[in-house]
Nanobody, 120 residues
Framework: QVQLVESGGGLVQPGGSLRLSCVASGSIFRVYDMGWYRQAPGKQRELVASITSDDTTKYADSVKGRFTIYRNNAENTVYLQMNSLKPDDTAVYYC??????????????WGQGTQVTVSS
């Protein structure tokens, strides 16, 4: 069994910063691409940022220059450093990872989500 557990969400004022963390645990052989998605009320889930196993990154236009994704492969962890936060960044943020299980198939896994609220 594989689990993704996010942490680091919360309430922050506009212009503030937060760092989200996501740890993959369980019967893991290897972790490939990892990413962060978000879903605001009444909107579809959207990709925020992704990172490959060799650290190639991709960002949504709305977060370029403000958010940074990075990972620690030894700890199967991905981070999202969010700076200059805006009210439009308010959403539930989900971690996503492409994982090969020990003695199992390759599949995509999701975390349970962490709420980020940007408000004064």
């Amino acid at each position: 069994q594989v689990q993704l557990v996010e942490s680091g969400g919360g309430l922050v004022q506009p212009g503030g910063s937060l760092r989200l963390s996501c740890v993959a645990s369980g019967s893991i052989f290897r972790v490939y691409d990892m990413g962060w998605y978000r879903q605001a009320p009444g909107k579809q889930r959207e990709l925020v940022a992704s990172i490959t196993s060799d650290d190639t990154t991709k960002y949504a236009d709305s977060v370029k220059g403000r958010f940074t994704i990075y990972r620690n492969n030894a700890e199967n962890t991905v981070y999202l450093q969010m700076n200059s936060l805006k009210p439009d960044d308010t959403a539930v943020y989900y971690c996503n990872a492409d994982i090969i299980r020990l003695y199992g198939p390759q599949d995509w896994y999701w975390g349970q989500g962490t709420q980020v609220t940007v408000s004064s």
